[in-house]
């Protein structure tokens, strides 16, 4: 199928808009219109007022106090809930439509296949980092209502890191639902991707070292390569610049790249990665039988 080519009388009185925005405010409309989407709003926003009802601001760890405290243990549960929630509400968009018949109807107005699948895109990146962004900014809020220090630093680092780590599963995400054939298939894809990604997380990384006695640095670097392990690690830079936590492999790191070098790696890569898997989801998408 040929891309359309939106064309519009000459004597109309609508304003023009694009096949991209009216597709960005469909998918952002839908959205809005679920059930999990205010389900997973309420879940960060809630999760906010439980961290300041118990009192996490007046803990301390690894000398991080008040509001700083509150945002390292923010996105440590950031970092295990968003990428399967992205997985999951995304693999199922387009072969969702695809199923019923919707991407039919959608292919046969006047947008293009290149409106169609960024419109999705960015509409989908936007109702998803939103909420995020707002229940972090709503903790600064209140922070700054009880007087407590705001580390902007801080603040602005994770809401980079967070946009980050959504765009990386989003594009995958994208990728998985071009190439699948049914929503089920779909679905397991992304559970069985999910799975690998925290399989080889540490534990499983340092038995495979001690078992083959491999080059550390052959094990660092292709846990590396995993963006799970990247948004872990970066969090944990980000409270503890020398990575104590991990013990002997924060020598390899730091002594290979900075700490500013690897939090910038851990942004820039997940993006031009998940931008990536977004790209090749359109070429496969615009090059083959959609309907």
Request: include cysteine.
């Amino acid at each position: 199928m040929k891309d359309t080519v939106a064309v519009k009388a000459e004597n109309s009185s609508e304003p023009v808009t694009s096949g991209f925005q009216e597709i960005l405010l469909l998918d952002v409309w839908q959205v809005l219109r679920a059930r999990w989407f205010w389900g997973y709003s309420l879940l960060f926003a809630g999760l906010i007022v439980v961290l300041f009802t118990m009192g996490v601001t007046e803990s301390q760890i690894i000398g991080f106090v008040g509001l700083s405290r509150l945002m390292v243990t923010f996105i440590q549960i950031c970092i295990a809930v968003i990428p399967i929630f992205v997985l999951i509400t995304t693999v199922r968009s387009v072969v969702g439509e695809r199923e019923t018949l919707v991407l039919e109807y959608m292919l046969s107005l006047p947008v293009s296949f290149k409106e169609y699948f960024w419109g999705k895109f960015v509409g989908r990146f936007l109702v998803v980092f939103f909420p995020v962004f707002i229940s972090l900014l709503g903790a600064v809020v209140w922070g700054t209502f009880k007087r407590l220090d705001i580390p902007w630093d801080l603040f602005s680092l994770y809401s980079f890191l967070l946009a980050a780590m959504i765009i990386y599963f989003l594009g995958l995400g994208m990728f998985l639902s071009t190439v699948v054939r049914s929503q089920e298939m779909g679905l397991s894809v992304g559970f069985v991707v999910w799975i690998l990604m925290v399989a080889f997380l540490d534990i499983i990384l340092l038995g495979l070292m001690l078992k083959t006695r491999i080059d550390p640095g052959i094990v660092i670097g292709t846990a590396m390569l995993n963006p799970l392990q990247v948004f872990r690690t970066a969090a944990m830079a980000l409270f503890d610049p020398k990575l104590t936590v991990l013990g002997p492999a924060s020598y390899y790191i730091l002594d290979t790249i900075s700490r500013s070098g690897f939090i910038a790696y851990a942004i820039l890569y997940p993006v031009i990665t998940g931008l990536f898997w977004a790209w090749l989801g359109y070429w496969f998408f615009s090059r083959t039988d959609s309907i």
